[in-house]
């Protein structure tokens, strides 16, 4: 099902239930009640954008708050979340702590939403299954190896028949959290093979391609032929694209889905800002880029007229709106870590 078909459905479904009501549900407790018209921005993440697109429409049906979500990378949201341009901001990667100093609006918190599966996606003329390990990844993003018959991608896929073709390697230009995810896994995971460093942007090599967001990496990849990229699964999923079974801690080749990512979630440590690190996690069944991601909001927001809508909204995303991710290819938190996500929420001063 395409974004555009559950979004319609959410809406019918939202439809239904609220005429056949007879009396209104009280909202959770210490939720507030946004009234009036309000609107609020986002920005950030795109890795989450299709989610942030259908909390949104839900959300908002039958309601006079609007909200608007730009996506734009998790740079960018942490720039314009920290320089107020938004209300709200979406980040892949929390900020670093030389960078906290700048955020203008004062408190702030970090609350989860989803964990998702970044896959390694690919065009390889007949080749509809591939297995990598994260060496193997590490040495074709860093240039090292250039053929799709390397000795080293054989190795990871006994029998298989691999072309005598040139790899393309296509990567995000923005400032990124799944560039950062990605590389940090590779960094983890790699045996020392990645020597290009983990962060939201990377100084890669010169002949590889760049795209803007998870859907320029992904139409890289599409258009490409012989091209590898990293794009989160909903997109990867929505351009028709092969990805591949990647090598997990427990030595197993595992799937990127929806119950692989959510596997991952098992058993995280999670600080007391309820940030944490889901790659190359531990478990047979778990896919090793997982990734977490994050909204940020202010502990007392600027506009005391959007600050009942930000936590109402807030509220959503890490109840009902929950009940939405795997039907888009992302995986719930864990009840410990909503029940955590919610009491941060309620932190919010509205």
Avoid at 54 to 83: H, L, M, P, Q, W
Avoid at 235 to 258: C, M, Q, R, T, W
Avoid at 319 to 345: N, R, Y
């Amino acid at each position: 099902m395409n974004t555009k078909t559950w979004i319609a459905c959410i809406g019918a479904a939202a439809l239904a239930l609220s005429c056949g009501k007879k009396k209104e549900e009280a909202p959770a407790s210490g939720t507030p009640v946004a009234s009036g018209n309000v609107t609020l921005n986002g920005s950030g993440s795109t890795f989450q954008k299709q989610f942030q697109e259908v909390a949104i429409e839900a959300f908002t049906k039958g309601k006079s708050t609007k909200i608007n979500y730009s996506g734009g990378g998790s740079g960018k949201g942490r720039k314009d979340f920290a320089d107020m341009v938004t209300d709200y901001g979406c980040s892949d990667a929390p900020y670093k702590d030389a960078d906290k100093a700048g955020v203008k609006g004062g408190d702030f918190l970090y609350v989860p939403v989803l964990l998702g599966a970044i896959t390694v996606s690919y065009n390889v003329d007949g080749v509809d299954k591939l297995q990598l390990s994260a060496d193997t990844i590490a040495k074709i993003f860093q240039r090292e190896i250039k053929k799709w018959n390397d000795p080293a991608i054989a190795a990871d896929n006994p029998g298989a028949k691999l072309p005598d073709a040139d790899i393309v390697v296509a990567h995000r230009s923005d400032g990124s959290g799944t560039t950062e995810q990605f590389t940090k896994f590779l960094d983890v995971a790699g045996n020392g093979a990645w020597k290009l460093k983990s962060g939201s942007t990377v100084e890669w090599s010169a002949d590889t391609q760049a795209g803007q967001g998870n859907p320029g990496v992904a139409q890289i990849v599409k258009t490409t032929k012989g091209a590898i990229g990293y794009v989160d699964l909903p997109d990867a999923k929505e351009s028709g694209l092969h990805y591949a079974s990647i090598k997990n801690a427990a030595g197993k080749f595992v799937d990127p889905s929806s119950a692989s990512a959510q596997a991952a979630g098992d058993g995280l440590e999670v600080k007391d800002d309820l940030t944490f690190v889901s790659i190359n996690a531990k478990g047979d069944a778990a896919y090793p880029i997982t990734a977490p991601s994050w909204c940020m909001v202010y502990t007392k927001p600027a506009d005391k007229d959007k600050a009942a809508a930000l936590k109402a909204y807030f509220k959503f995303m890490v109840t009902d709106g929950q009940k939405l991710l795997p039907e888009i290819d992302f995986a719930p938190l864990s009840k410990t870590l909503q029940d955590k996500a919610i009491a941060q929420v309620d932190k919010i001063q509205a």
